[in-house]
Every structure is written in structure tokens, then in C-alpha cells.
T-cell receptor, first 115, second 114 residues
């Protein structure tokens, strides 16, 4: 079974530029999450989708971050404009069901460096 | 959101030694999870605990759900080089159901000395 796919693996941009990350979850997984992991920290939830609807985006900095999952499968996370403090690994995760808390499958992440 | 405190922050051990780490919270959790993250990879679920007092093993790993529901412990017996990595505890962000994202601790970095 293929895992969660993310791209790009690495991205370097200057502050005030924009960037987009793509995620393809495990086939059949209805729930998709985007997490931000700053160096030395644990992952922090940014947004959660159930199919193509947003379940929780309370920790998403909406003035600069946006995410969508139009057809309930792939998802994109965009940052515009980027700030230095956005340097982090952006992890996408998916789960089969919300009935069993915690069984999240993570991708390898997209490492963003903002100069 | 609820916060998790992990200790120790890092551990330097010899191959073959047993390892013990813990995770505490000021709030009650109904689920405790332990993940491991290797360099350049996403976290991988090791053990999930769903009941206070529960003791669960996965090979050389054993985790316990504290009776108070405010802590959890992870033990690794007879450590080997591939155990190197960062171990995270995690639990549901919200105690009242609904959205079910996870909150993570800051991790325990396990380093095995030759």
C-alpha cells in the first residue's frame, strides 16, 4: 500500500515570496491533516479536513496560510507571503476513520527554508 | 489546546541498555499515543493506549496509560542502534469529541553511544 505522498521535499524561498505544498493521502483515507513542525518541536496541527470539508482550522494563520482539498483526495497548503518564522517542516497526515483516535499516517514532509 | 510535557529532553545510552521516558499533562487525556520520528521522515505510530491503567507492548517497547490519565510512560528494553530517533507522546487536542487532531509533546531524543 502506498503511503502519504508529499512534494516538494525541500523548498528555499525569500521572505514575502509565496510557496505551495502538495499532499496525496493514502487511498481511501477520508481525513487529512496538515501539521507544522519547527526544529526541536513536536508537530503542531494547522488544519484538518474530513473529505473536502474543513473540520478544524483554529490554529491556521489565516492571514497568510490557506489550504484546500477540493475533490476530497489531494490537498494543497499555501503560504503567501512567507515570513522567516515559517521555516519548518510541513507534514501531511491521513487517517482512515475518525472513530479510532490517533492512528495517523504521516508523509515524509516538505522542508521550507525562508531567507 | 492541551499541552504535553516530555522528559527527558534527550538521552545518551549504551547499546543494550533499557530506556524509560515519560509524558505528563495538566489535563486528563482519554487516549495516549507514542510516535517515533527518524531523521527526514514523518512520525510513525508505535503504541496506542485507550484505557487508564492499560499496559501495552510492541516487541521491545512497552507503554503504560497512567491511572490518573495525566501521564504515560514508554520503555524500550535492550536498545539497539535502530532505536535512535525522536520519540513523541501525543493525545487528542480536544476532550469533548468533534475535531480529533493530535497535540504532540516536544519529544525525547534518543542517542545511542558506541
Amino acid at each position: 500500500e502506498a503511503g502519504v505522498a508529499q512534494s516538494p521535499r525541500y523548498k528555499i524561498i525569500e521572505k514575502r515570496q509565496s510557496v505551495a505544498f502538495w499532499c496525496n493521502p493514502i487511498s481511501g483515507h477520508a481525513t487529512l491533516y496538515w501539521y507544522q513542525q519547527i526544529l526541536g518541536q513536536g508537530p503542531k496541527l494547522l488544519i484538518q479536513f474530513q473529505n473536502n470539508g474543513v473540520v478544524d482550522d483554529s490554529q491556521l494563520p489565516k492571514d497568510r496560510f490557506s489550504a484546500e482539498r477540493l475533490k476530497g483526495v489531494d490537498s494543497t497548503l499555501k503560504i503567501q507571503p512567507a515570513k522567516l518564522e515559517d521555516s519548518a517542516v510541513y507534514l501531511c497526515a491521513s487517517s482512515l476513520t475518525r472513530n479510532v483516535p490517533g492512528e495517523l499516517f504521516f508523509g515524509e514532509g516538505s522542508r521550507l527554508t525562508v531567507l | 489546546g492541551q499541552q504535553l510535557n516530555q522528559s527527558p529532553q534527550s538521552m545518551f545510552i549504551q547499546e543494550g541498555e533499557d530506556v524509560s521516558m515519560n509524558c505528563t499533562s495538566s489535563s486528563i487525556f482519554n487516549t495516549w499515543l507514542w510516535y517515533k520520528q527518524d531523521p527526514g521522515e514523518g512520525p510513525v505510530l508505535l503504541i496506542a493506549l485507550y484505557k487508564a491503567g492499560e499496559l501495552t507492548s510492541n516487541g521491545r517497547l512497552t507503554a503504560q496509560f497512567g491511572i490518573t490519565r495525566k501521564d504515560s510512560f514508554l520503555n524500550i528494553s535492550a536498545s539497539i542502534p535502530s532505536d535512535v530517533g525522536i520519540y513523541f507522546c501525543a493525545g487528542p487536542m480536544y476532550s469533548g469529541g468533534g475535531a480529533d487532531g493530535l497535540t504532540f509533546g516536544k519529544g525525547t531524543h534518543l542517542i545511542i553511544q558506541p
